[in-house]
């Protein structure tokens, strides 16, 4: 009985350490990536003629924590960037259809 108490408490502890390390500090590498990303994202939105003014901010922002070295706050901004970015190219494009539906009958 004590061998299998002993048992689950071994794998409890090994899949805590296992979630443990997917909770690590953001790299710079990290951010580039996540930065690079958003920036790809929001040049597609400009050539759709769809940027919102918001995802701009965000990516100032990540450029900004990134410069005092704050990586978390850095990744979590230029992903915050690139999501922006992506809904306004859902916007563009669901729009571009949309009006024809409304307007043309």
């Not at 759709?48 to 965000?58: E, I, P, S, Y």
């Not at 070295?69 to 230029?78: E, I, R, T, V, Y």
């Given at each position: 009985m004590k061998k299998i108490v002993l048992k689950k408490i071994v794998l409890a502890m090994m899949v805590l350490a296992v979630?443990?390390?997917?909770?690590?500090?953001?790299?710079e590498a990290d951010?580039?990536?996540?930065?690079?990303?958003a920036e790809s994202a929001n040049k597609e939105a400009r050539r759709?003629?769809?940027?919102?003014?918001?995802?701009?901010?965000?990516?100032t922002a990540a450029k900004k924590a990134a410069d005092t070295?704050?990586?978390?706050?850095?990744?979590?901004?230029?992903q915050e960037a690139e999501a922006?970015?992506?809904a306004s190219i859902v916007q563009a494009t669901s729009e571009k259809?949309?009006?024809k539906d409304v307007e043309i009958r």
């Open positions: 979630g443990a390390g997917s909770a690590r500090a953001a790299s951010y580039l990536a996540a930065f690079a990303a759709l003629r769809n940027q919102w003014t918001v995802t701009q901010a965000a990516l070295g704050n990586f978390d706050q850095a990744l979590k901004s230029a922006l970015a992506k259809q949309r009006w």
